[in-house]
């Protein structure tokens, strides 16, 4: 917990370095936006975070100021769930592989929650309605993944009596940093309100090295 208060900490100091950067530029009505966005996400490994989990939903919202026409600083917190694919999990455990039919497989939910700090650069739209942005930055995750029960009901123990009746992974938690990186498109449906589809890139940079996966969003951005 201590880590996340830290790097949370540092997610609020960054955004305010860059106001402060960016003062000595020229203002384009710097306005406060508030987004919210929902979709779906895909793990991209490694290995079995991306053949045995899938993908549920995720729920995000963020913050940011418009300092300059072209740049939003902005903190955000995102969740995403996955499911256990149990039937393709089951055939990994020695319990299950003698008779699958009678091996069942129960909870294993795995879940996302990161804060990022992140930096929004986007074409400003002139007279149309779509502006192209990208979006990279720096967060902390904190992965759970619940815990998983194996139960074999049928009677070929037996015959392998060495072979265990029931297996339980216990709940577990990971923390980590993560570097992302997001392209997307605004549509404005007025000067204070848009539209949005996003696709980012999410990667472990420590304890979770080279885990990931990519969000693929649809939300809403306005600003007072």
């Not at 290995?47 to 899938?54: E, H, V």
């Not at 795995?110 to 002139?126: D, M, Q």
């Not at 049928?154 to 392209?183: H, K, Q």
Request: with cysteine; net charge positive.
């Amino acid at each position: 917990m201590s880590h996340f208060i830290k790097i949370l900490k540092i997610s609020l100091v960054i955004p305010v370095i860059i106001l402060a950067t960016a003062s000595s530029l020229k203002a384009d009505d710097g306005k406060l936006m508030f987004s919210l966005n929902g979709g779906i996400s895909y793990n991209v490994g490694p290995g079995a975070y991306d053949s045995y989990w899938r993908p549920v939903f995720s729920l995000g919202g963020g913050v940011g100021y418009k300092v300059v026409s072209f740049l939003i600083p902005q903190v955000s917190v995102d969740y995403s769930l996955f499911s256990l694919d149990s039937g393709s999990y089951k055939n990994t455990l020695a319990i299950c592989r003698y008779d699958n039919t009678n091996c069942s497989v129960k909870g294993g939910n795995l879940s996302f929650t990161t804060v990022a700090t992140t930096v929004k650069f986007f074409i400003p739209r002139g007279r149309t309605q779509f502006s192209p942005y990208a979006r990279p930055g720096l967060g902390y995750s904190r992965g759970v993944k619940d815990k998983i029960t194996a139960h074999y009901s049928g009677d070929i123990t037996d015959n392998y009596p060495s072979l265990p009746v029931d297996d339980i992974w216990e709940r577990d938690i990971i923390n980590a940093m993560f570097l992302t990186f997001g392209l997307g498109l605004d549509y404005y449906l007025s000067p204070n309100a848009c539209l949005f589809i996003e696709s980012e890139v999410t990667v472990g940079i420590y304890q979770m090295r080279g885990t990931g996966f990519i969000p693929i969003k649809l939300g809403m951005s306005f600003w007072i």
